[in-house]
């Protein structure tokens, strides 16, 4: 999944130039992939209820991989939307299978194995980025994201056979019976839920940014060349890589809401810094801005490395809650409210410029580390 999405990531500043449109409406069009986002979720549930999770992850990476690929041939404004759409439908289906997997794993071992799980996926995006930036420059992007899109979705039905099968969701759902399939959720645990999304809104504002606008950052604000412009995102991707790898047993030694505040403030001050100085030094070093970003860029990817499979996990063990149910709950409050998040980037972008835009996601993953208390589960069982 992270080498699917990521090489496309490193090349939106060619892709928004074929569009020929300023930012400010590339952001508009991209948007438009949150809205598939909470159309697929809530559907995501019904789904995997009736073909299980394994099957889900198979079919659904077809579309996927069919979106990446179909970034690369758009050119003009009007296909932008409609591919983010298909993008975001596609992608947040893989996100309840996967997630839902990771979850049911995680709660038959009783370790903090969704940071680990989530880290092969910065591995896939690290190494999908880090091809782009060699490659940007002999390959055009058409190309490019048709073979990394395939080599994507094989690689998914390789392993995908490994998963768990759908007798195992089943199983989850009748143990996890206590609100039955069409009851609503008690007050105390909708509420759970919903501080849950919030917390899952603010780390994807600001790790999605990077994906969205850095290497348009780089490109058009600070004057580099396009191979240049992927590294402050494989600069994220590979922080990030080292934080979910470790960040585990950090969890498992102290608890989510305290890895979840460290990692707020950390992330939050290192996007800042890094902006601060980058803008200062732009005019005159853009090389010097670059390196300043990059740092930056890799403090908030440590710092936002334990953000969403924790997030995840903790939604996945409420007790009571089938696992998919609850997930699916959380994503699609959490997509909803990104759609505010990406149209306010883009508007500031669009009035204030990208540079000082990307303040609105450094704001957003400090707000996850002030919101950390509410994600312990004692406050559920006190409540309910």
């Known amino acids: 999944m992270g080498m699917a999405v990521a090489a496309t990531s490193a090349r939106f500043a060619e892709i928004r130039g074929h569009v020929g449109v300023n930012v400010a409406i590339f952001g508009y069009g991209i948007m438009v992939g949150n809205v598939g986002s909470i159309v697929g979720n809530l559907v995501g549930a019904k789904i995997s209820l009736r073909i299980g999770t394994r099957r889900l992850a198979q079919l659904v990476m077809i579309g996927v991989g069919g979106s990446q690929i179909a970034y690369g041939f758009i050119n003009a404004w009007w296909q932008v939307p409609i591919v983010a759409f298909s993008a975001g439908f596609a992608y947040s289906l893989m996100n309840v299978a996967c997630n839902t997997q990771g979850s049911m794993i995680q709660e038959r071992t009783g370790r903090s194995l969704m940071p680990?799980?989530?880290?092969?996926?910065?591995?896939?995006?690290?190494?999908?980025?880090?091809?782009?930036?060699?490659?940007?420059?002999?390959?055009?992007?058409?190309?490019?994201?048709?073979?990394?899109?395939?080599?994507?979705?094989?690689?998914?039905?390789?392993?995908?056979?490994?998963?768990?099968?759908?007798?195992?969701?089943?199983?989850?759902?009748?143990?996890?019976?206590t609100v039955k399939h069409n009851e609503a959720l008690p007050p105390p645990i909708k509420n759970f839920i919903l501080f849950i999304a919030i917390g899952s809104l603010l780390a994807s504002i600001a790790e999605v940014s990077v994906g969205d606008w850095s290497s348009i950052l780089f490109h058009d604000s600070f004057g580099l060349s396009a191979s240049l412009a992927t590294f402050g995102y494989t600069s994220f991707v590979l922080a990030q890589?080292?934080?979910?790898?470790?960040?585990?047993?950090?969890?498992?030694?102290?608890?989510?809401?305290?890895?979840?505040?460290?990692?707020?403030?950390?992330?939050?001050?290192?996007?800042?810094?890094?902006?601060?100085?980058?803008?200062?030094?732009?005019?005159?070093?853009?090389?010097?801005?670059?390196?300043?970003?990059?740092?930056?860029?890799?403090?908030?990817?440590?710092?936002?490395?334990?953000?969403?499979?924790?997030?995840?996990?903790?939604?996945?063990?409420?007790?009571?809650?089938?696992?998919?149910?609850?997930?699916?709950?959380?994503?699609?409050?959490?997509?909803?409210?990104?759609?505010?998040?990406?149209?306010?980037?883009?508007?500031?972008?669009?009035?204030?410029?990208?540079?000082?835009?990307?303040?609105?996601?450094?704001?957003?993953?400090?707000?996850?580390?002030?919101?950390?208390?509410?994600?312990d589960i004692a406050r559920l069982e006190v409540a309910s």
């Open 116 to 177: 680990s799980f989530h880290g092969t996926w910065s591995i896939g995006a690290f190494t999908a980025s880090l091809a782009a930036g060699f490659i940007a420059k002999h390959v055009r992007v058409e190309v490019h994201l048709l073979i990394n899109s395939l080599i994507a979705i094989f690689g998914v039905f390789v392993v995908s056979r490994a998963l768990l099968p759908k007798e195992v969701d089943l199983q989850d759902r009748s143990i996890n019976d």
């Open 241 to 375: 890589i080292l934080g979910r790898f470790t960040v585990g047993r950090v969890i498992d030694r102290l608890d989510i809401p305290t890895v979840i505040r460290f990692g707020g403030f950390l992330g939050g001050a290192g996007y800042v810094g890094g902006l601060i100085i980058a803008n200062f030094l732009k005019a005159h070093h853009p090389h010097g801005a670059l390196i300043a970003m990059c740092v930056g860029y890799a403090v908030l990817g440590l710092g936002v490395s334990p953000m969403p499979p924790s997030y995840v996990s903790v939604a996945g063990s409420i007790p009571g809650v089938p696992t998919t149910r609850a997930i699916v709950r959380m994503q699609v409050i959490g997509s909803a409210g990104f759609l505010i998040g990406r149209f306010c980037i883009s508007s500031l972008a669009g009035i204030y410029g990208l540079s000082l835009a990307l303040f609105f996601p450094a704001a957003a993953i400090i707000g996850c580390g002030i919101l950390a208390h509410r994600l």
